[in-house]
Nanobody
């Protein structure tokens, strides 16, 4: 069964960094685009980053692109999201999602992803 499990969320002070993990099981990341989304209370789920093995592309939302790095460890079948210079407005539940294997290009909308993890909470506060 295809499964995604996020981890790494925490309470951090403004200016700090976190590295979130998205571990996949039941499928190989090679054939899927993996997106990272976040949802703050009362707000819609927004895409922040994506990696596609189909064309080797990465995507970052304009609002966060200078502070994020998405990466992948094939041996661990895991995708990571490094977030630097954290701000209070980064507080949200962060989700990873997968789409593929036929169409595995990155897409901006959450509805275009087929598989989701349970999310990991990131809280930025002093």
């Amino acid at each position: 069964q295809l499964q995604l499990v996020e981890s790494g969320g925490a309470l951090v002070q403004p200016g700090g960094s976190l590295k979130l993990s998205c571990a996949a099981s039941g499928f190989t990341l090679d054939y899927y685009a993996i997106g990272w989304f976040r949802q703050a209370p009362g707000k819609e789920r927004e895409g922040v980053s994506c990696f596609s093995d189909s064309d080797g592309s990465t995507y970052y939302a304009d609002s966060v692109k200078d502070r994020l790095i998405i990466s992948r460890d094939n041996a661990k079948n895991t995708v990571y999201l490094q977030i630097d210079s954290l701000k209070p407005e980064d507080t949200a539940v962060y989700y990873c999602a997968a789409r593929g294997p036929v169409d595995r290009l990155c897409r901006p909308r959450a509805g275009e992803y087929d598989y989701w993890g349970q999310g990991t909470q990131v809280t930025v506060s002093s």
